[in-house]
């Protein structure tokens, strides 16, 4: 498997359109645990369960008190280097970012054209009428929002490489974008600390965390 830091050395001049997919890891140096980690996401609760319309419907105060103190963490986290990092590498090349996070770090680190697939945790909409508000989220079996999963696709068919950050590669349809992305010709390079389940889908990697190695990564890609 290819070095993805030699792979930049050498041939970072030819990748102009950098599409990147990011999950949970993307925000861990933010402090925000990751779903599939170890120590438990939120008072030993299952995630899939947390973020399901059942236990919304069921345990609509339990649920509503493990949204407020999530948003309050997020709120007292900062974007990572990692973050701040692919936000200034737009100033040298086109990037477009679809993440499956909902803590819209990406934004906050002055990344513009950012595709959240699994919406965001920092508006609300009401169901249906007499049904409790809930964050405008994805839950576990819903669909992607049209808008978001269109652009992130468009965005992984016309790229010439793909940064793919932090995510475990299980949950789909977003483990689907780096194939059509590998379908379209591109780069495929994966940044992990592990080996996940796209793993084998990558023409590079990079075993490092999102902070340490986006800011390498992007100084590379920002020359001519
Ligand atoms: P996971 O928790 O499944 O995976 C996190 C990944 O981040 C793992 O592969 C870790 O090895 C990696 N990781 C941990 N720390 C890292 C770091 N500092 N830098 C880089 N990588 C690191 O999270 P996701 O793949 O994002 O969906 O999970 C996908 C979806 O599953 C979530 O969006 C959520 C969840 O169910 C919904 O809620 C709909």
Redesign the pocket.
């Known amino acids: 498997m290819t070095d993805l830091l030699d792979l930049l050395r050498r041939d970072a001049p030819r990748f102009r359109r950098i599409a990147v997919l990011t999950?949970?890891?993307?925000s861990?140096?933010s402090g925000i645990p990751?779903?599939?980690?170890t120590g438990g996401f939120w008072r030993d609760y299952d995630?899939?369960w947390l973020?399901s319309p059942e236990a919304l419907a069921e345990e609509p105060v339990l649920i509503w008190t493990f949204y407020d103190e999530l948003r309050t963490r997020i709120a007292t986290a900062a974007p990572n280097a990692?973050h701040v990092a692919l936000a200034a590498l737009a100033a040298h090349r086109e990037v477009r970012i679809a993440t499956?996070?909902?803590d819209g770090l990406h934004g906050r680190a002055g990344s513009t054209g950012v595709h959240e697939l699994?919406g965001t945790l920092w508006t609300l909409r009401c169901p249906e009428c007499g049904a409790v508000l809930r964050p405008d989220?994805?839950?576990?079996s819903e669909a992607l929002p049209a808008d978001a999963w269109h652009a992130a696709a468009t965005a992984m068919t016309a790229c010439d490489l793909v940064l793919v950050?932090?995510?475990?590669?299980?949950?789909y349809p977003?483990a689907a974008l780096p194939a059509l992305a590998v379908r379209s010709g591109a780069v495929v390079a994966e940044?992990?600390?592990?080996a996940?389940a796209l793993t084998p889908q990558m023409h590079a990697v990079l075993r490092a965390?999102?902070?340490e190695a986006l800011p390498e990564i992007a100084a590379l890609l920002a020359g001519p």
């Open positions: 999950g949970a890891g993307m861990a140096e990751t779903f599939r980690g995630p899939q973020f990692g499956q996070n909902i699994h989220v994805v839950f576990y950050v932090g995510t475990s590669g299980v949950v977003a940044i992990n600390p592990d996940t965390s999102a902070a």
